[in-house]
Every structure is written in C-alpha cells, then in structure tokens.
C-alpha cells in the first residue's frame, strides 16, 4: 500500500475493509461479504443458514446482532484508527427466516474526541427492516486498524 498521506478516505476504507474481513474469523465463518465500505460506514451481508434457525424456525437474534455488530465494527473503523465497541443496544422488528439475505448497513451518526455512535439498520431481500443496533464505540490513542 502507498503512504497513507495519499490516499483518499475512500482508499483507506477499502484498504481497512479487506484488513479486517482477512482476520476476521467470526465473520467469514458466518458467511458475511462486504458489500460496500466508507468513511464511517459499512454495508455487510450474510445468508440465514439452517444452523441459524432457533427452536421456532427463525434466525436466531444472536447472529442477527453479530452481523449488525460487525457492520459497526467495520464503519468505526474505517478510518484506520483501532476502535472497539463501548455498548450496544437491539431492537428486533421481523423475523428472518432460512436463506433469507440480510444486509446490515452501519452509518456513522456522530465521531467526537474518541468516541463515536452508529445506527445500523438490518433488512431483508424484501426490504424489510429486521433490526436496529445503536453501538457506542471508542477509539484507542495512537493505534491504526490494518498497516498501511
């Protein structure tokens, strides 16, 4: 990669993105893509798996809260600087059922000394909205996410 000096944001997203998705072994053992990645957002998909499925043949809420939390990560982090999640908090609005594709969209609402707050919105392929997260997180001094 090129000295960080040139790069575009946009650049050291992308480069941030396949960082992360490289290491992340939760993530890629779930399935989850990136489908787009920004400064300060992030959008991630994964499809419902029959091990997913709770005992009411739904998707489990845990592994709707861990594809909405790793589209947080992935936006918090976008800008290179170690961040980590301080709290966050669900809302489940639908179910999601076997081999539906929900796509986790991560936007960044506020980034203020080192602490930042997301809304992440989890729908379906119709459209409809699954879940919310709020993720609270915080930036650790002086550490970058991936080498440059």
Do not use: W
Request: proline share 3%; aromatic share 6%.
């Amino acid at each position: 990669m090129s000295d960080a000096g040139t790069l575009t944001p946009q650049q050291i997203a992308d480069h941030v993105g396949r960082g992360m998705l490289a290491d992340d072994a939760a993530s890629l053992g779930l399935g989850m893509t990136i489908e787009a990645m920004g400064p300060g957002t992030s959008r991630m998909s994964m499809r419902v798996r029959p091990e997913m499925l709770n005992g009411f043949k739904i998707c489990h809420g845990g592994y709707i809260t861990t594809l909405a939390d790793s589209a947080f990560a992935f936006a918090c982090n976008s800008y290179n600087e170690l961040t980590v999640a301080a709290g966050i908090t669900v809302d489940f609005l639908a179910p999601a059922r076997l081999d539906d594709v929900l796509v986790a969209e991560a936007k960044e609402i506020s980034r203020a000394g080192r602490t930042g707050l997301y809304d992440v919105q989890v729908r379906n392929q119709e459209g409809v909205l699954v879940a919310v997260l709020r993720g609270r997180s915080y930036r650790l001094k002086d550490r970058q996410t991936v080498p440059l």
